[in-house]
């Protein structure tokens, strides 16, 4: 029996502490630890919602949504508690419901406080006077901790009140045995404050849970690659020059061999979700100096594509270049041993990536040098490998996702928490309604028994006999007997014999006995044992 009373009471302080650590997880402030910031209105740019000395408590969420009110923290006159009306890349806008104009400073998301999750109308002015809403946490905590400790006393006082006759009786303290009472009603406080701890932490899961949205649009990136390969050849006059007979990729071109060198480029846009893209591309060669001097010319002209990829060719007309090069060099009076040759393909493509909208560009450059005897590439290109230039995008877009609510270590989701909340809060009423049927039964008015014109709500039952009783105390009165049989829920034992009438309650290995008086003993014996007609 001792092992049953210990797990109830064991059971009791492990919800108490629940009970605590839940309001920690809904209210503790991040000072300490948690996800809860308490700010106090100061103006009238949020009304007619709120106004000011009004009391906003947010809390920190994964995400921020257009719409939200939400707390930032301004570097210059700090938290602020506005409306977001718009995301600009990292970057969040704000605005007052009651101002015309945007907030000038833009947060990123590790500069929001929080979202707001209760509004309490002129609480703000009230709290001002604490200095710091920590102290209203504060008070929370003492208030739970308080609840405990309220039914700790009252177990405590009445185990030193039983102690306290045990001592004056000189007899040992209870230790185990038998109730006829259930153990629940019989520690009917425990029991109260584990449905009720359970019951406050299962409501306030709940209110959470069904406060929030079970799915929220999140920022995500779809990845992709513009890719692209360039390639030229050259047929020279004499074809032994090369192993191909002709000059290909990589390798130099010699003007007394060639004038013309054919240039190809192919591009392809690819990612791991469906796209479909579409834009238009031109190829072009860009002649230039170390001093600035630039001039263009079309090797392909602006042509439309579709499905992401296309191949382009142009033809570069060395003599052409040279005549350019030429002109400068007799307009100008500048003489450069070498000069650049850039090939370059503009694209410009647009379409969806994985259902989102996207544009881009893309203009990678194949570098070389030209000089009087060669065309060749450029040995101080950057460029891992110049001939296949790849570019990694991201489009931005939303993900739609399940919600999540952070308890300390845990993070169930939003449906989770809805379906935990609604079946523990089942079980407690029924637990409560099985308890109260109980409490009916076994420890309602119906057990009142009448002993020398006194009440007892216990019943009374007859032994024949003597009452086993290995450890005694005498009390003083019937009474007093009464009460302590109320208290347990136990049961009353009579034993009348000739000379002798006593009264017994039973508590673990302790005994309570009244002994009657005369006068006592002259009404209850009547009211018990009637007299038989033979």
Known sequence: MKSRRGLVASLSSALTVVAVLAA?????????????????????????GMHRGDLA??????????????????????PVIHRVIEQDGAHFVFQGDHNDFIDSYHP?????????????????SWLT??????????????????????????????????????????????????????????NWQDTVSVVAAAGIALLALGWIAFQRPAHIDVPADIPYTQAGEFSYSAVPADGRVYDTGVATSGEPVYRLLSNEVAF?????????????????????????????WRRTLELTPKTAFENGAFSATGVLDLGKAQELISILEEQSGVKNERYSVTVRPNVDISGTIGGTPFSDTFAPALSMSLDKIQLKLDAR?????????????????LETRA????????????????????????????????????????????????????????????????????????????????????KLGAVVLQEVRPGYHAYFVHDLELTYRYEALAEDDEHSTEAFFPKRVA
């Open 24 to 48: 920690w997880v809904l209210f503790a402030p991040p000072q300490l630890g948690g996800q809860t910031s308490y700010v106090i209105v100061n103006g009238n740019s949020m009304e007619p």
């Open 108 to 124: 990123t998301q590790d500069e929001l406080i929080g979202t707001l999750w209760i509004h309490v109308p002129k609480v703000g």
């Open 403 to 486: 919600n999540t609510i952070k308890l300390l270590v845990f993070s169930p989701t939003v449906e989770v928490a809805r379906v935990a909340a609604l079946a523990g809060l089942g079980l407690v009423i029924a637990l409560s309604g099985w308890l109260v049927v109980v409490y009916v039964r076994q420890g309602g008015p119906a057990t009142v028994a009448m002993v020398g014109g006194r009440k007892f709500r216990s019943p009374l039952v007859n032994v024949r006999g003597s009452a086993p009783a290995p450890r005694v105390v005498d009390v003083a009165s019937l009474d007093d007997l009464g009460r302590i049989a109320s």
């Open 264 to 292: 190809a480029f192919d591009y392809r846009l690819s990612s791991a979700v469906p796209a479909s893209a579409k834009g238009s591309y031109q190829m072009v060669a860009e002649l230039g100096d170390q001093n600035g």
């Open 129 to 186: 006077r604490f200095h710091s809403p920590v102290y209203m946490v504060g008070l929370l905590f003492v208030a739970f901790i308080g609840l405990g400790g309220a039914t700790a006393k009252s177990k405590a006082g009445h185990s030193s009140r039983i102690g306290r006759q045990t001592k004056r009786a000189g007899s040992p303290a209870p230790s185990t045995g038998g109730t006829p009472m259930n153990q629940l009603l019989r």
């Open 57 to 78: 408590i947010v809390r920190k969420a994964g995400s921020y949504q257009v719409g939200d009110v939400v707390t930032y923290r301004h570097p210059e006159i700090g």
């Open 381 to 397: 290109s950057d460029t891992e490998n110049p001939l296949t230039p790849t570019a990694d995008e991201r489009v931005q877009t």
